[in-house]
């Protein structure tokens, strides 16, 4: 298995414009997680899926950020209008309940969002 | 809710010398319990697990056991190595919280 894919890998643009973040679970695996990781902050959780279906949203910090996971295969984190602080790393993570342990997560290699 | 607290960073070790790195939490229930690595410019990874009291984890010479009398999930190894460096997080798992410790920096300098 590829693992989880993101992209992009790297992401540079300015305060105000819109941000689109992409994710692939690994096939089979029914939970899917968006954090975000700062040096201040350390790893939050944003918000999780499962089934497609968001569970917990309480991590989504403000109205600009929104989260969609239209099928078992995609999920996309979008920020607008995106403000410097936005800028971290986003990771995406996908775990299976069918393996009897949904808590262990495998994590794609992150996006770098900078915001100018 | 489920809360962890880590041994704050960062460490610094000399090549072979002992590691340990504390984790203590809190859950209800009974929750499994991981460590996961993070090497610079990665995802995490999982490096080992315990799913239920004094089960040890044990992964390229880390070992955690799970203490419940104590509520904790030190991890330990015996001889670091330069490419142990790393930050490394403990995760309690249940009761459909996820959450990770704040990260332990750890350098190893031949």
């Known amino acids: 298995d590829a693992g989880v894919i993101q992209s992009p890998r790297h992401e540079v643009t300015e305060m105000g414009q819109e941000v689109t973040l992409r994710c692939k679970p690994i096939?089979?695996?029914?939970?899917l997680f968006w954090y975000r990781q700062t040096m201040m902050r350390g790893l939050e959780l944003l918000i999780y899926f499962n089934n497609n279906v968001p569970i917990d949203d309480s991590g989504m910090p403000e109205d600009r950020f929104s989260a969609k996971m239209p099928n078992a295969s995609f999920s996309t984190l979008k920020i607008q209008p995106s403000e410097p602080r936005d800028s971290a790393v986003y990771f995406c993570a996908s775990s299976s309940w069918g393996t009897g342990e949904p808590y262990e997560q495998y994590f794609g290699p992150g996006t770098r969002l900078t915001v100018t | 809710g489920n809360s962890v607290t880590q041994m704050e960073g960062p460490v610094t070790l000399s090549e072979e010398a002992f590691l340990t790195i504390n984790c203590t939490y809190t859950?209800?229930?009974?929750?499994?319990l991981f460590w996961y690595v993070q090497y610079p410019g990665e995802g995490l990874q999982l490096l080992l697990k315990a799913t239920k009291a004094d089960d040890k984890g044990s992964n390229k010479g880390f070992e955690a056991t799970y203490r419940k009398e104590t509520t904790s999930f030190h991890l330990e190894k015996g001889s670091v190595q330069v490419s142990d460096s790393a930050v490394y997080f403990c995760a309690p798992g249940g009761g459909n919280q996820f959450y990770f410790g704040t990260g332990t920096s750890l350098t190893v300098i031949p």
């Open positions: 859950a209800t229930g009974y929750p499994s």
């Open positions: 096939s089979g695996h029914d939970y």
